[in-house]
């Protein structure tokens, strides 16, 4: 056995069901969570979605509230003007070319704007 099939076997053993610490109600909103987690804490962002997803649930919420509210929302996480945007164009970019569902794999999610290798990667394996 390899070392890494030993640290993989300890690991599995010891941690049955990894799970992430942000919060999130559907896929979408663990989408936007994790652009979110990007350059802060997770504890900083599950304070801002705790509210934010009483609002906005759906693709089309955060389509209707548009850049300037949403920046708003999110002011308190860094990088948010970035960030909004971002998250607005993914938004509009699930909801063209998705039916509005994040995509499964991960050359799907790393085409939308603000979700790279990383970010595609977390969402996959939640």
Not at 13 to 22: D, G, V, Y
Not at 54 to 63: A, E, F, H, N, S
């Amino acid at each position: 056995m390899s070392r890494v099939d030993e640290i993989c076997k300890r690991l599995s053993t010891s941690i049955k069901w990894p799970m992430t610490e942000l919060d999130y109600v559907s896929d979408y909103t663990f989408l936007i969570a994790v652009v979110l987690s990007a350059q802060t804490t997770d504890a900083q962002v599950n304070k801002v979605t705790s509210r934010l997803f009483k609002k906005y649930k759906t693709v089309d919420d955060v389509l209707e509230a548009g850049l300037e509210k949403f920046q708003n929302e999110i002011r308190s996480v860094g990088l948010f003007r970035n960030k909004a945007a971002n998250i607005i164009k993914l938004s509009e970019i699930l909801k063209e070319h998705f039916n509005s569902r994040v995509p499964d794999s991960r050359e799907a999610l790393e085409t939308l704007p603000g979700v790279g290798r990383k970010t595609a990667n977390v969402v996959l394996n939640n």
